[in-house]
């Protein structure tokens, strides 16, 4: 089956996923925000990057609770991603099977925090997490492929895979110390917010005024709703986001699972 039709599908089934989650959220008065490239569709493509199959939401960490307690059902369930220890998964409890591969189909729920006013205070409060988060990597190091990581990133994790590092450091503790530190600042008395440990780091940091309220925007056939000055949100992460990566770096995050049987 080809690439693009698979996509599709995913993006059919995530589509639903979705309509579940901003219907409790609008429902119980949750705030959400569409993040990253979720936010980037939307505003450039109206709905799903072509090429690309995530969701990703942001939710004040004051709420994030409440959302995860009321998502739960018999079809769609929340789940840890253990190789990224500050998002949850809303996923669909079984496995979709499109041509003769099945595929878990999931979106991506981040908690948004707060961090320090003063910008020194705040880069040493950031640079806990880099510490903590290359701490949490080493100790799940045998979970890690070694796949699209460059050379030297291949050869650090075969290394540390060779010594054993895991072994030596308690995942457990590790990931607690993560969101105590998390949750120093509350988002909502905090003028710096955003998701402190997410795929661009600082740079998901910003002054709350650029999240506000939110704006609606069209995502396929649904609303979404979106940091208020979005634009400003995107040039941080990315620069001039209207134009288009280079075909060789437009690539769907989509792991294929061969069906068994």
Not at 39 to 58: E, M, N, Q, S, T
Not at 63 to 91: A, C
Not at 217 to 234: A, G, I, K, R, T
Request: with cysteine.
């Amino acid at each position: 089956m080809e690439k693009q039709e698979i996509l599709k599908k995913i993006h059919e089934e995530e589509l639903k996923i979705l309509k579940k989650c901003i219907d409790v959220c609008e429902k119980n008065n949750i705030p959400y925000f569409a993040l990253g490239g979720t936010l980037l569709g939307a505003v450039r493509h109206k709905g799903f990057i072509p090429w690309d199959d995530d969701i990703d939401l942001g939710i004040p960490r004051s709420s994030y609770r409440q959302l995860i307690e009321l998502l739960n059902d018999d079809n769609v369930v929340i789940e840890k991603n253990v190789i990224n220890l500050n998002v949850l998964q809303y996923k669909k409890k079984d496995k979709v099977i499109i041509g003769n591969k099945s595929y878990e189909i999931y979106i991506d729920l981040f908690p948004l925090d707060g961090t320090p006013n003063n910008k020194l205070l705040r880069n040493i409060f950031l640079s806990k997490f880099v510490f903590y988060r290359t701490l949490y990597k080493l100790s799940i190091v045998n979970q890690l492929n070694i796949v699209d990581r460059g050379f030297v990133g291949n050869s650090i994790v075969r290394l540390m895979k060779m010594i054993g590092v895991s072994k030596l450091l308690p995942t457990e503790q590790i990931v607690e110390k993560i969101h105590s530190i998390a949750e120093t600042y509350d988002f909502e008395s905090s003028t710096y917010v955003g998701n402190i440990l997410g795929r661009y780091r600082k740079k998901e940091i910003v002054d709350k005024t650029i999240f506000g309220s939110g704006i609606k925007l069209d995502f396929e056939e649904l609303q979404l709703n979106c940091p208020e000055v979005f634009d400003s949100y995107l040039k941080h992460i990315y620069g001039d986001y209207m134009k288009l990566p280079k075909e060789e770096d437009r690539v769907a995050h989509f792991e294929e699972l061969n069906v068994q049987g």
